[in-house]
């Protein structure tokens, strides 16, 4: 088996209820049209604030994820 080689994208979840919450949201979005993820890495976290309380997160992500050895990307 060679070494493996893998792609690096970055997406951004969203969510009122935690950070959390936003990056699993973004993992399970990519996992609908992606295969093999390895491994995330938070890059940036954000919110918005109404009336004094958080009112929603924006969680920023790279996502690596393993490319096939026949793929031709």
């Known amino acids: ?20 919450d936003a990056v699993e949201k973004a993992i399970e979005r990519a996992q609908q049209t992606l295969k093999n993820l390895c491994w995330f890495q938070v890059v940036e976290t954000r919110g918005s604030i ?11 992500i790279k996502v690596g994820f393993m490319i096939d050895e026949g793929a031709a990307h």
């Open 50 to 60: 109404a009336e004094g309380k958080i009112r929603h997160w924006q969680v920023t």
């Open 1 to 20: 088996m060679k070494d493996p080689v893998y792609k690096l994208i970055e997406l951004t979840g969203t969510s009122a209820v935690s950070i959390e």
